[in-house]
Each structure stands twice: as C-alpha cells, then as structure tokens.
C-alpha cells in the first residue's frame, strides 16, 4: 500500500531537531523517495539546499517483520544524494533500520550508522514519521489506514541519466541524476502536488533538468516508456 | 498567542506510545485545556473514553524562560480528571515541564512525574507535540509562527459547576464538572470545529451536562456572562 511520510523530527546524540521539511513516498510496490529539502537554507546552502536525498526501488531495500508492530528495512539506496556528490563522513553499506508503528499510525525509526566504517563506533538515530492524506496538498495527519490511492513509480537508467519518480496518490516526488557528473549541477528533484484538476502544483523544484521529469501519471501500464524532453522513463508500477 | 497542538507520540519508560487523540488548546492568555480521548476504548472504557483530561487558567501554570529555544512550564492544574475521579497513582503537585520547540515548530515536551509521591523515584515522560493549523478542521501540520487568531476562554464556577471552556480559532474544547460529585456522571466535555459559515461540528461529546456549554463565542468581553441552559459562563477573555 502506498504511504505519504512527513518526518516530525529527527533525533541524534540524543538531541532532537527538524531543520528540513522531509517527506517520504513509499509506493504499493515498494519503492521509495525520500527528498529532505532544509526549512532555512544558510547563503552557502542555497546552491544546493538540501540536508539529502536517497531513492530507490524495492531490490534497494530489504523489508522482514520483526514483531507485531515493527518492520526491519535494510536501505541498500539505489541514489543516495551524499554518495552521488562525493560528500565524506556518510554511512557506508546499507543502513538497518527499525520500524514501529504505534496506535495512532506514527512510525518511530531507529537505526545506527557508520559514518567511520562498522570498526568505528557507530551513530544511533531516530526519526518520526507521521502518515499524512496523500489526496491533500495540505499536509494533513492521519492514522495511515488508508490504503487505496494511486502507486506509480517511474525509471530512466540510461547511459545518461539515473532516476526515480514516484506518484502516491496526488503527490509527486523525483530525482534525476547525470551520470559521472558527481556535482550539484547534476541533481534535478521535483516534489508536486496534482490537484483532481490535473493542475501540478509545484512545491520543490530544483536543477537543469527539471523539464526531464515526466508530468503525466495516468492511463500507464507496466513497461510503458514516457518521453520527457528527450529524457526516456520506464514505468516500473501503475496501481490506480 | 493562541496554539492548538496535536500529540504525536507519548514516550515513558522508554517505550513509545500513542492511545489517544490528544490535542491541547492554549490560549492568547496563557489557559490551557488538553482532551484526551482514547483511540480505541475497550468495552470497560467506554462508559470513560479518556485517557486524562486536564485544564487550568493561566493562574495555574508558571511559565519561565530556560533557553533560546526552551520554556519550563509547571502545571498546576485547575481541573485534572484523575483528581477528580479519585483515580490513585497519579501526580502529587506541580507537574514540572520543559518544553523545546525546534526548527520546524514541534515541541518535545519532556517531565517527570511522581505517582508515589517526591519521596519516591519519578517515572520520566516525553510527549511529541505538532502544532496545527486552528483555521482548518483537517489536522494540518504547521510550524506554529500563525499567531493571528480568535482566542476566547470561559470559566464557570459556582456552587454546582467548575468548568473551562476554550476557542482557539475555529476549535473549540471544554469541560465541566459537577462539583462534588467526583464520577465519571460528573463530568462532561467538548471538542467541536466552527466553521466559517457558524455550523459547529462536534468531534468529541460526553456527559449529562453537553448541553450546558456555551455555543456562541463571538462579540464577547470580558466579563460578559453567557448562560447555557442555566449554567453561567463568565468571559475571561476574548481576542479576536
């Protein structure tokens, strides 16, 4: 089933903070984006003003049932923005995580990482989620119940470009990466929200290769290939 | 300011948890009133649906400044339900709290409480608080900063009533009591959202008395007293 994410806060060293606006699409199939967007960017972090940014399918992820109301996810991140740019001190292998769901929908993830390698000590984290209606462009709070909504995952892995875009319900999250750049000038993110109009309303919007994100979600099938500027995408899900 | 916040998630004793639809109204004068509804009430709850209900003028909180970005608050309590129902292992005195607001406008409110008394050890808390959007009756996450809104608190209290009642833009919480009679047949409360056409949309309702809260909360003064079916309501404050 498809869920919309908003990371409440984010907890390290025991400290809790929230300096981005983050939110997660996960889709019925198991793909997932997460863009992490900062809510006050300094003038050095504009250029690029995002904590991070990972995406990948459901072969980047390994999901098992730990008891009634955990899950373990192993992140094995198809794109991981820090790893694409070049940026030390960031995890390394895949980050193991724990899930757990309390009454009111709310997912409470902990994990470690090992930004010095697993001989090191690690870093323990925690991270809120709280489910909100994807059929709404405010970020409304729900109990994550609802299950029905639209899951549309698209890919290009072409000798140009790498990326994702996932639909859940009326939202739109996007990464598009040039291969080899390894440089911000090859990230291009899109986060929108289509209206039942079909009016895309954008909410981030960032790099040269924005118009390469494609904008029409409906009527897909499995396999479908949907040009977007010259930019080839390949619908891995359509769930209407 | 007025706020209306959402808990999250309630934390105690380490384990993360969340069995009610909580939400605290605080008002531009500082009085408070926080409902606690059960999600999900077993047949023995149902007769009292709640987890806790609690509420106080701002004669009843002390609140200092600790930090930039943190406030101690020790609540005194004018109306706890426990303390009413005669319900042991509860608080002894002033609950003290602290309060830290980050970036994106939560709160993690953190305390210790002392069911045994001070002389015994504390049970450590922590409760998530999101602040959202009074204008709107979905549950829309914001950053707190909308400090515009209508802000109006009445008190009862006279021989057969204690109650406080709260609007805090659109919504509304309340509770009265039946002095003396120290049961769940005492007590009642609302929760309820006004639109802006003046329907009033009921979201929590309980007790014999519903009937004796005020409905009508515009072109109030301080001091100007409602009656609702016989229950006399005074005007602590009106900001609109």
Redesign the interface.
């Known amino acids: 089933m498809p869920a919309l994410l908003?990371r409440?806060?984010f907890e390290v060293n025991g400290s809790?903070?929230?300096?981005?606006?983050t939110i997660t699409s996960e889709s019925t199939d198991g793909h997932y984006i997460s863009l992490r967007p900062l809510?006050?960017p300094t003038k050095e972090q504009t250029a690029f003003p995002f904590e991070w940014a990972f995406a990948g399918t459901n072969k980047d992820i390994t999901v098992s049932k730990v008891s009634e109301d955990t899950v373990k996810e192993d992140f094995l991140f198809g794109f991981d923005s820090n790893k694409y740019l070049h940026i030390p001190n960031q995890h390394e292998g895949p980050v193991e995580t724990y899930w757990?769901t309390?009454?009111?929908g709310?997912r409470?993830e902990t994990g470690e990482i090992f930004p010095m390698g697993k001989a090191q000590p690690g870093v323990k984290f925690m991270e809120?989620w709280?489910p909100?209606?994807f059929s709404?462009q405010?970020?409304?709070?729900t109990?994550g119940s609802v299950t029905k909504g639209r899951s549309v995952t698209l890919k290009i892995d072409t000798a140009e470009y790498f990326g994702l875009i996932i639909v859940v319900g009326q939202w739109i999250q996007g990464f598009l990466s040039k291969k080899g750049q390894h440089s911000t000038e090859g990230l291009s993110f899109i986060r929108a929200f289509e209206t039942s109009q079909g009016t895309v309303n954008t909410l981030v919007k960032y790099g040269s290769d924005f118009s390469k994100f494609p904008t029409l979600f409906d009527a897909l099938s499995v396999g479908t290939v949907v040009d977007a500027n010259g930019a080839s995408w390949e619908t891995l899900e359509a769930h209407y």
Chains 1, 2 share one sequence.
Do not use: F, G, R
């Open positions: 908003k409440i806060a809790l903070l929230e300096e981005t606006n809510l006050h757990k309390i009454h009111n709310v409470e809120m709280q909100i209606d709404k405010d970020l409304v709070i109990d």
